[in-house]
């Protein structure tokens, strides 16, 4: 301030100024408060009715709209027969590990009759993020849209839209969800696949009984709409296009692009993407619609197609007498059109560039992650019933070889805040314990995995990069890998095996993408970047919800770091009790 102040009264007006500034900033962020009640309620779908469990009897549940730094205090009820918790996808949880919802990793799930209050502050981010259940497959009906405005006063760094819709992207059974995957637990085999795909909780046109209570998303002659699409389906990673409607690009997992034009999106679950079109066609009615991208060969899915309408307001009321025209279909890629995600994902970049875009340059550790599939022979005492996976075996899943393995008694948070034995260890591998060719004709010998709660450890403000290697282990698959409690920097993807010597030439030091969420291309690889300065235990999954439940995880354990402002808060009153 002395540079600044060459006199009295100038400091004096400066401080004054500086000080009016904070209390606006105060002013600006406020406090939320919201109740969830977990229920089971009847929800019709494709001629069917299922006791589908919910959030304040919404499917989808509530959509959540704040501004960044406000805080928001969630008290959630369980009235259902299942565990629950609830994770707010995306959100950095600084120093509130406890809020982030994982089950048996930051928090013992609440019971049915119970209930836990989340309390958290947004910092820093602006977007879409979402929330969703975190136990179980229970997210596949439990889930919602969380809205991040920027602070009052604040504008968009694009131009302001005439409206907002949150678009989100689901997937339905006709039977309880955690039934499905209780039985492929029993089994050993790949769950049922979904019977359909969803858009706001809506089939739409092109499955039975579902026409009629199609998702219609109004747009005037003339306006900018922004969509914060979401894909929340519970295994499908979804192709997304309007028809005659391109998408101007602007934001993903709560922070900005920069800006690109595209017919198709494509969003592995968990991700999110904030996208601007115009109501520039001629007065009609154009279809929105989303189907699935299917990387893996030889695995059943859902090869079905979600639809709702864009359709513009001269339209939406024809003459007495007069039907609606049938909307225009938008043309949608292949199932298996893996070039068209390639471009998508090759086209997003920052719009700062370093050294205003903090990535880290320098590197303290240097992991390299297998992620990837497997078989597990049936163990001696169980029945065939039970061995079900290919030639009597049980599917699994793991990283760097470990198939993770949640605990019972504890979340591992709790056990590492409180320094409880037993709970689990700190030696999951920075490398694989074994060197193959990851993405080639993998040996037998490799394909059953060992178990175990094993994490990796920290330091406050370590700066990481991750290789994240995918495998063709059973078959190779694109898996969208989330980490919590960070944003990171997507620096490079490619395809075959990571080279270090040829494919670091690759890396992007620039202007990275940060996501929360990144897609490691099938039989390929990807590599991101971040600093440790959030301490706790964060999770690290494949977001196909089958994967993690056959093991495709692991966790950090961040240590704290110096003082108040660089460790966990302590743990909340409530918090659930294993």
Not at 25 to 54: G, M, N
Not at 73 to 97: D, F, L
Not at 321 to 349: E, H, Q, S, Y
């Amino acid at each position: 301030m002395n540079k600044m102040c060459q006199t009295m009264v100038s400091c004096y007006v400066l401080g004054i100024l500086l000080f009016l500034s904070s209390i606006v900033s105060f002013a600006s962020a406020k406090v939320q408060y919201h109740d969830f009640v977990v229920q089971a309620v009847p929800v019709k779908r494709l001629c069917k009715t299922v006791k589908a469990i919910t959030v304040n009897g919404q499917f989808p549940g509530p959509t959540l709209e704040v501004y960044e730094g406000d805080t928001l205090v969630v008290n959630v009820v369980n009235r259902a027969k299942y565990n629950v918790t609830i994770h707010w996808h995306g959100v950095r949880q600084m120093r509130t590990g406890w809020a982030d919802g994982p089950e048996f990793v930051t928090q013992c799930p609440i019971r049915p009759g119970g209930s836990y209050t989340y309390k958290f502050t947004i910092t820093g981010q602006e977007g879409t993020l979402w929330w969703h259940a975190h136990s179980s497959w229970l997210r596949a009906t439990v889930y919602g849209a969380l809205v991040i405005h920027p602070r009052k006063g604040t504008p968009y760094p694009f131009p302001k839209p005439n409206r907002e819709t949150p678009i989100i992207l689901g997937e339905w059974w006709n039977r309880d969800p955690v039934k499905v995957i209780r039985q492929a637990t029993r089994t050993g085999a790949a769950p049922n696949v979904s019977n359909a795909y969803t858009i706001n909780g809506q089939p739409g046109d092109l499955y039975n009984c579902s026409k009629q209570d199609t998702t219609i998303v109004p747009i005037d002659i003339g306006e900018t709409r922004l969509l914060r699409v979401i894909n929340a389906a519970l295994n499908q990673e979804l192709f997304f296009s309007i028809a005659n409607h391109p998408f101007t690009v602007v934001g993903a997992d709560a922070g900005y692009l920069k800006p690109f034009t595209t017919n198709i999106l494509m969003l592995g679950p968990g991700q999110t993407t904030d996208v601007l079109i115009s109501g520039n066609q001629a007065p009609g009615r154009y279809y929105i619609a989303a189907k699935p991208y299917q990387s893996a060969q030889g695995v059943a899915f859902d090869n079905t197609t979600t639809t709702a309408i864009l359709e513009y307001k001269s339209v939406a009321c024809p003459a007495k007498g007069i039907p609606k025209a049938t909307p225009i279909f938008p043309p949608l890629p292949a199932f298996n059109d893996t070039a068209t995600v390639t471009t998508f994902t090759t086209k997003l970049r920052s719009p700062k560039k370093v050294p205003e875009l903090p990535v880290p340059l320098e590197i303290d550790e240097n992991l390299f992650f297998t992620v990837g599939l497997g078989l597990n022979q049936c163990p001696p005492n169980f029945s065939k019933s039970q061995c079900q996976g290919p030639n009597g075996t049980r599917f699994t899943a793991s990283m760097n070889n470990v198939s993770f393995v949640l605990p019972s008694n504890w979340s591992l948070l709790q056990a590492h805040k409180f320094g409880i034995p037993g709970v689990f260890s700190v030696d999951f591998p920075s490398q694989p314990p074994v060197q193959f060719d990851y993405t080639g004709n993998v040996s037998r010998a490799l394909w059953q995995p060992q178990t175990g709660t094993r994490l990796y450890k920290l330091k406050y403000g370590s700066r990481v990069q991750i290789v994240i290697q995918g495998t063709s282990i059973v078959t190779g698959e694109n898996h969208p890998m989330h980490l919590h409690g960070y944003d990171f920097y997507i620096i490079a993807q490619g395809f075959g095996n990571f080279n270090p010597s040829t494919d670091t030439k690759k890396f992007n030091l620039v202007n990275p993408p940060m996501r929360n969420t990144v897609p490691v291309p099938v039989n390929g690889w990807a590599v991101i970047r971040f600093v440790a300065d959030n301490p706790g235990v964060w999770l690290m999954h494949c977001h196909l919800d089958v994967h993690i439940t056959w093991g495709l995880a692991m966790a950090f354990l961040v240590e704290d770091g110096v003082g108040e402002l660089e460790s966990l808060q302590p743990p909340p009153a409530d918090l659930p009790i294993c």
